[in-house]
């Protein structure tokens, strides 16, 4: 078990908002890893976060 390293070593926190729909076309990740057009049905999903704190 020595060789196993915490996740925390490779991950980092990001928060990054799609504020005033700057990104409109939403992505996926295939099984190869790699991204493609999302197939998820986005029908009345709200891709701009509208919310107060």
């Known amino acids: 078990m020595k060789d ?15 504020k005033g729909l700057q990104v409109k076309q939403l992505l996926g990740v295939s099984i190869l890893k790699q991204f493609i057009p999302s197939v998820a049905s986005i029908i009345g999903t709200e891709l701009q976060v509208s919310y107060t704190q």
């Open 4 to 18: 196993y390293k915490r996740i925390g070593e490779h991950i980092r926190l990001v928060d990054k908002r799609n």
